[in-house]
């Protein structure tokens, strides 16, 4: 379970494809020795597990993660290649402050930016989603996009807008957020139950 408060931002060291699963190092700045092997970390919002860790030589821990074809084919991931920034968010330890919302690390499609626009020293962040998505989206809602844990600030069929403030610009990988970027999202979970709930007509 995560909140969506990304508290690195780490980078694709290497990439390797493999026979039913690719492997990702990411290098970041965790102290290696608060990370253990099988422990869950969000990368841009999606929950993969700690198989191996090290440290290199400029003093980064890195960690490798096994991705298999369904999370590359639903989530960003694909696409990704060395060099790329990550939003990393360690998994939640009871007692710690819930300072985003409940973030499952369970990719549920991918969004497209289509606008930004300046509001003073903010940014507004337009992004077109499925219409299977966009049902899950309200006005004042919660939403996880790449990892970060935002509110929705108004609907339009399947586009909605959310504010970024400057820190949050500062301390993810949305600094250089652009129309055309595609972004990994996760809608509300108790918005998915809800759903869910209502439509159910038995088995």
Do not use: Q
Not at 95 to 112: A, C, K, T
């Amino acid at each position: 379970m995560f909140t969506g408060i990304i508290t690195d931002v780490g980078e694709l060291l290497e990439r390797e494809n493999r026979a039913g699963a690719t492997r990702f190092r990411i290098a970041s700045r965790y102290d290696p020795d608060s990370v253990a092997i099988g422990a869950s970390i969000a990368h841009d919002g999606c929950c993969l597990t700690v198989t191996e860790k090290g440290v290199l030589d400029d003093g980064r821990m890195w960690h490798d993660v096994e991705l298999s074809e369904e999370t590359l084919r639903k989530t960003t991931l694909g696409e990704w290649r060395p060099g790329r920034a990550v939003n990393l968010e360690r998994a939640l330890k009871v007692g710690d402050e819930l300072g985003g919302h409940y973030v499952s690390g369970h990719v549920d499609g991918v969004g497209e930016v289509t606008a930004t626009e300046p509001a003073g020293e903010s940014l507004v962040v337009r992004i077109l989603l499925s219409e299977a998505l966009a049902r899950y989206v309200a006005p004042k809602g919660s939403v996880a996009l790449d990892g970060i844990s935002l509110t929705v600030n108004a609907v339009a069929g399947c586009a909605f807008a959310v504010n970024i403030i400057p820190h949050t610009r500062a301390v993810t990988t949305w600094r250089d957020i652009a129309p055309g970027r595609k972004i990994n999202v996760e809608v509300d979970m108790l918005a998915r139950y809800v759903a869910r709930l209502t439509e159910f007509g038995g088995c």
